[in-house]
């Protein structure tokens, strides 16, 4: 397939619009089935863009600065930059990446709650100087190493279901504000503004909180003469938009009353996941196969059935690559098989396990599906959420392929809007990518 630079992972392919989504997943699929097999991404990128102006439709009063760690893929940072976010960074490489890009510092927050002294002093030098801050250790780390630098006081929050004690790993208590607040202007170090995390987005109860507790560090704060000008709500947002809705129906009363807009205060947050995740497509190859012997029953769809046999399949990605967050969390995405079966094929109990064969190595310990073959592909969606690493600990495989396209619609829609940059367009524009029914053609 022509017109897509494998290489440094900055092209789009531009679909015409008798192509689909699907059709591109097909070509690398037949590609790399002819090739090295090695697993592969494939990108929408027009759907990042799309949830920009959902963002912007249901939360416009407040700025994105997008979590880098969440997907660091050059594409990404280009779109989000063009679409004027800002930057959630936590370390170095990720800062570095995001002054490659040529916007304003002052759009980067450096969210790290433990920050090395040497990246500070990274930070210092390169601009970036609003950073979090949550204990007196930190506080008197960065005024030794970034002595203009703009804090955010992260405060903790108070969740629900015993989530408490979860919450309170970072973050201080309002006791512990009033401390931090004193050594900062006694260490001439300014503190602009606070932040807060709520682990999900559909606790309403602890933004509630949170945004009152904010208020009262704002008060502290002007007792002290700060001038504090910005509030940093986060992340952890819902990609599902209902959620989205009400979440800004509970917090928009609250930031009228304690944060009205003629004050002056900047909100932002830090989505992650919400952007990227729906926009990447996961294909992996099965490289091994293992039949397990047995009389046991398993369920389907409410019923009890009977299997002699299960399925132990491994695959060419894993744990210690792709789906690395698969240690800390479960997989939210379900495996589908690519080939075509019949409806009435029958179903085995499957494990899926990556290529480490380590026993963390597990992807799925338990999924329902036809018998598959060595050499057949599964396609997981929703992978655009911390599945793009720059090393893989197990160095055997090679790093999957990553395959941007956006539909050539999405990219007028773009273009139309004033959303480009002169960077996305020298990088990233290629020419149109035309389907037809032996593959893609390249258009000039």
């Not at 790290?112 to 500070?120: L, R, T, V, Y």
């Not at 930190?138 to 630098?149: F, G």
């Not at 309002?174 to 170090?189: F, S």
């Not at 995390?197 to 602890?206: G, I, K, P, T, W």
Request: proline share 4%; with cysteine.
């Amino acid at each position: 397939m022509k017109g897509f630079n494998e290489d440094a992972n900055y092209s789009i392919g531009l679909l015409d619009e008798a192509a689909t989504p699907r059709d591109v997943i097909d070509n690398y699929i037949y590609e790399h089935t002819l090739t090295g097999k090695n697993a592969f991404f494939v990108a929408d990128l027009g759907k990042i863009v799309k949830k920009h102006t959902e963002w912007q439709n249901i939360l416009g009063n407040i700025m994105p600065f997008y979590t880098v760690r969440c997907n660091s893929s050059p594409a990404v940072l280009h779109i989000l930059s063009a679409l004027g976010t800002g930057f959630a960074c936590a370390n170095k490489n990720e800062m570095t990446l995001v002054y490659d890009l040529g916007i304003s510092m002052d759009n980067v927050v450096y969210s790290n709650p433990c920050k090395q002294a040497s990246q500070i002093k990274h930070a210092a030098k390169i601009g970036v100087n609003i950073m979090t801050c949550d204990n007196e250790t930190e506080l008197k780390k960065i005024a030794r190493n970034h002595p203009n630098a703009k804090l955010l006081l992260h405060i903790a929050t108070e969740g629900i279901n015993g989530d408490e004690e979860m919450n309170m790993k970072f973050g201080t208590t309002l006791k512990g504000c009033r401390h931090l607040l004193e050594c900062a202007k006694e260490l001439k170090i300014q503190v602009i503004g606070v932040k807060f995390h709520v682990s999900r987005s559909n606790d309403l109860q602890a933004y509630i909180h949170a945004l009152s507790d904010s208020r009262c560090v704002y008060d502290m704060a002007e007792e002290l003469g700060f001038k504090m000008n910005m509030l940093d709500i986060g992340g952890g947002f819902s990609e599902k938009a209902f959620q989205l809705e009400e979440l800004n129906h509970a917090v928009s009363p609250l930031l009228d009353a304690y944060f009205p807009e003629e004050s002056g205060i900047r909100v932002i947050a830090e989505p992650g996941s919400y952007y990227v995740s729906s926009a990447f497509t996961l294909a992996v190859n099965i490289i091994a196969k293992k039949v397990v012997e047995h009389d046991q029953h398993f369920p389907s769809g409410g019923k009890q059935t009977v299997n002699k046999q299960s399925f132990i399949y491994c695959m060419n990605d894993g744990v210690y690559g792709s789906f690395a967050s698969k240690l800390s969390e479960n997989l939210n995405t379900a495996p589908t098989v690519y080939k075509k079966y019949k409806e009435d094929v029958p179903l085995f109990p499957s494990s899926l396990l990556g290529p480490s064969y380590d026993e963390l190595d597990i992807i799925e310990d338990h999924c329902l599906l036809p018998e598959l073959n060595v050499g057949d592909w599964i396609v997981f969606e929703n992978m655009g959420s911390g599945t793009l690493n720059e090393q893989s600990a197990f160095t055997d495989f090679e790093k999957p392929s990553l395959y941007n396209f956006m539909s050539f619609s999405d990219w007028c829609e773009m273009q139309d809007a004033g959303i480009t940059s002169e960077m996305l367009i020298k990088s990233l524009c290629v020419p149109c990518l035309q389907f037809r029914e032996d593959g893609f053609s390249t258009a000039a």
